[in-house]
């Protein structure tokens, strides 16, 4: 099985996970325990309502003068990767292991069309025929969702953004086209497959043309399809030959998870090292 085909398997079953948690009625009638806040936003990027799942900190004052970094998750459904990723910030503020942070889950409506760019592939066009509208996507983070956290949330200038599989591709085409977006990115098993691996072909260039470029990045993948390895090799070889000393690079294959269950060991390794990195 092409790594394509099993990336899209699993992909396929995410929508089906979630249509069966929406019709969830154990809580109906309960008291809810508190975890963070749902704000709706109309976008004129996009064309329609979005949701922001939003966790606030420890301690968080909307009167005080403390200010926060912010994560941003993509796949940031309820349903999705937005309490797993919350809750493990709340864990590691616990132990002092990362700085107090606000966290910005960006729910989906159709992750395969905002998460790639255009493909020339028609393997990939037949696949995902409503895919390419990544543009669109990072002008709304740009536009509507950032300025919107700025302006209701006390939050600092460090922002963090964490992309798995095609969210993985997307971080990585915002790190290569819209840097300043973010000060952090953390790229999990990306699909660089994508459009024949235009994208990733390209890294050699644009990192070694970009010496401007202050990031720290932070690539991890478990046991895939050797392309899925073939890809993110790719990635990090580029931007540690670039040159470019302002550039940090971590990579950290974790060879006992595979594609499902990376997420949460390599975002746990992450926010270990840049979180130490901040302090």
């Known amino acids: 099985m092409s790594e394509r085909y099993f990336i899209l398997a699993f992909l396929i079953l995410l929508p089906l996970i979630n249509l069966a948690q ?27 309502k979005r949701i922001l799942n939003i966790y606030l900190p420890q301690g968080y004052d909307p009167d005080s003068q403390e200010t926060y970094p912010t994560i941003y998750v993509l796949d940031g459904s309820a349903h999705e990767d937005f309490p797993h990723i919350a809750g493990l910030v709340q864990f590691m503020n616990m132990y002092e292991l990362l700085p107090k942070s606000i966290v910005v889950g960006i729910a989906n409506v159709d992750r395969y069309r905002d998460f ?17 509208g990544s543009e669109k996507f990072i002008a709304f983070i740009e536009a509507e969702v950032q300025p919107l956290i700025a302006k209701s949330y006390k ?15 997307l971080a990585t085409e915002i790190l290569m086209k819209k840097a300043d977006l973010f000060d952090d990115y953390i790229i999990v098993s990306p699909s660089l497959w994508w459009d024949k691996q235009k994208l990733v072909k390209g890294a050699d260039e644009f990192f070694k043309a970009n010496q401007q470029l202050k990031k720290r990045v932070f690539v991890s993948l478990g046991k895939e399809h050797p392309t899925m390895h073939k890809v993110a090799d790719k990635l990090v070889e580029a931007m540690r030959k670039s040159g470019n000393d302002q550039l ?20 746990y390794q992450a926010f270990k090292v840049l979180g130490a990195k901040e302090k």
Do not use: W
């Open 22 to 48: 929406s019709a969830d009625k154990r809580y109906e009638g309960k008291n809810i325990f508190p975890f963070g806040q749902v704000v709706e936003i109309e976008s004129a990027k996009l064309n329609e």
């Open 116 to 132: 790639t760019y255009p493909s020339t592939d028609k393997a990939d066009l037949k696949s995902l025929p409503q895919s390419g």
């Open 248 to 267: 940090t690079v971590y990579y950290e294959p974790i060879l006992d998870e595979d594609h499902a269950t990376i997420l949460h060991s390599a975002v």
């Open 155 to 169: 939050v600092n200038d460090h922002k963090t953004l964490i992309g798995q599989s095609l969210g993985g591709l």
